[in-house]
């Protein structure tokens, strides 16, 4: 292979996300050395991608590069595939076929069960979640706006969390933290972990699903504002 060049690979990555006339809250690179220091990873992190009907809260394509950070030195790229560092690989043979494989993994929106849980969460999450609050019958509270509001653009992958920011009755604010901890040896499921914010107060809930997120969500919103408010 022809080594491509890292400028090449962001014109590359500008052209992807102008051909499919996609929107990004962010595109963020940084540079990590390997743990044997004897090449660089390049890392471009990437938040709420909305291409046609595909909503992505988040992923990262990661290259290695030589200890110059001028060229890409594998046929190859790694991105992550499902929150807490589960990546797939994907082979390409020139900067065209590259461009093609990115595109092929964003439009067919190959991830991971939670990370497509996450991203169907923020396509509507006021909507969904005042839907399950009226079938709750909880009808003091109504959700105004939540926004994805990621702490750190680029971040750890085992370190990553999903932060949001629930606007309630236009007059309170809720923060919302949702990360994953991987099962132990003697453990039989995953953790999910949602951490609330009211009032510099916080609540912390467990899972072992991120299936049924907006009753989660929305019953524990309930809960802390009657807490609290009343």
Do not use: W
């Not at 590259?98 to 169907?120: A, C, R």
């Not at 953790?191 to 899972?207: G, I, W």
Request: net charge negative; with cysteine; proline share 1%.
């Amino acid at each position: 292979m022809r080594n491509v060049r890292i400028q090449e690979l962001e014109d590359a990555f500008k052209e992807i996300f102008q051909d499919v006339e996609g929107k990004v809250s962010s595109i963020d690179t940084v540079y990590e050395m390997s743990d044997n220091e004897d090449y660089y990873k390049l890392v471009i992190s990437i938040h709420n991608l909305s291409v046609d009907d595909t909503l992505i809260i988040h992923t990262k394509f990661i290259f290695k590069t030589d200890k110059n950070k001028q060229f890409i030195t594998e046929e190859s790229f790694i991105y992550l595939y499902d929150i807490n560092c589960v990546y797939h690989k994907v082979d390409f043979d020139n900067i065209i076929d590259l461009k093609t494989k990115v595109e092929d993994v964003i439009k067919s929106n190959d991830f991971g069960e939670d990370l497509q849980i996450l991203s169907d969460f923020i396509e509507a999450p006021a909507m969904f979640l005042n839907y399950y609050m009226k079938r709750a019958k909880i009808t003091d509270y109504s959700i105004f706006d939540v926004k994805y509001e990621p702490k750190f653009k680029t971040t750890p992958c085992n370190k990553t969390t999903f932060d949001f920011e629930i606007n309630i009755n236009n007059n309170y604010v809720i923060n919302l933290s949702i990360s994953k901890k991987e099962r132990e040896k003697d453990e039989d499921y995953d953790t999910y972990k949602f951490q609330f914010k009211f009032l510099d107060e916080y609540k912390t809930v467990e899972n072992d699903t991120l299936n049924n997120i907006h009753f989660t969500i929305g019953s524990n919103i309930a809960k802390i504002l009657d807490e609290k408010l009343k």
